[in-house]
C-alpha cells in the first residue's frame, strides 16, 4: 500500500466512539501519512458525555458537525459522518479518508471509499471489531500512540520497553506471518526487501505496526527475532542508506 505524506486527507472522528484526550496523538499520526484538508467531527454537543471534546476542537481547528439524537436507540451522528463521507468523496478533493471510530458501522462505509479508488485509513481502540478493520488500507490502534520507543537490552539486542498492558507479545502466529510474507517476496537467495515485506504484511493485517509490539519501527522489531530471521543491511553507493533485507533462517 502506498501512503505518500502528501495524500489531501478528510479526517472525520465520531465523538461518541473515541475519547478526545488521544486527540493530539491521533493528529500527529495523521500527520505523518498526509496533509489532513478536511477536519470535522461528529456529535450531539448538547449533551455532556462530549463535553470534553469542545477544547480541543479550538486547539487543532477541527469543524464541529451538530447532529441532534432524534430517537432512541439509533446512532444519528453514524449517518451524518456517512453522508459527509459520500459528499467530500464525490467532490473529489481528497486522495483517502482517515475515519476514526472504533465502531463497525463504518465497516461499508470504508469498503465503498476503498471501492471508488481512496486510501483508506482507520483509526479506534483496541475493541475495534475486526470488520471495520479489515475493510481499512491500514488501522492503527489509538492505545500504541505516544508509547515510549524501545530500550537496547544488556547483551545489545533490541527489545520492548517494560511490558504494559497495551502490548500484544510475540507469538508463534505472528512470527509465522512475517515468514510467510518474506517467502511470498523472497528472490531466488530467499532475501526480501523489508520495506516490501512491510507493505505486505500490512495489505494482510491492516492493524500491522510494530508499536503494538512495543516497537518504534519495523527494523528493530525484525532484528527481535534473530533466531528465525537473518538481516543483511546493505549501503547504497555513494550514499548514507542502507537497505535491509531479510530471509528465513534454515
Known sequence: MRLPND????????ADN???ANIKGMLDEIS???IPTIKRIYGDWTKPTVAGWKPALLEHAITPIQQYSYTTGKNATDSAMIIDAMDILHDN????????????????????????????????????????IVACDKFIYIEILGIPTPVKSKTGTNKPDEPKGDI???NQKFINLIKASIEDIADDQGWAFLAEVGALIIKKRPDFDPRNYGFS??????????KD???????????????IYVRIKS
Open 93 to 132: 478533493k481528497v486522495d483517502g479518508f482517515c475515519l476514526v471510530s472504533s465502531d463497525s458501522d463504518f465497516t461499508r462505509l470504508a469498503t465503498r471509499l476503498r471501492e471508488s479508488g481512496k486510501v483508506v485509513i482507520g483509526l479506534g481502540e483496541k475493541k475495534t471489531p475486526k470488520p471495520f
Open 217 to 226: 519501527k519495523l527494523t528493530p522489531l525484525i532484528k527481535s527475532l534473530h
Open 18 to 20: 473515541i475519547p478526545y
Open 7 to 14: 495524500l489531501q486527507l478528510a479526517v472525520l472522528i465520531d
Open 32 to 34: 505523518k501519512m498526509g
Open 229 to 243: 530471521i537473518e538481516v543483511d543491511e546493505r549501503e547504497v553507493e555513494k550514499t548514507r542508506i542502507k537497505h
Open 168 to 170: 500484544e507479545p510475540i
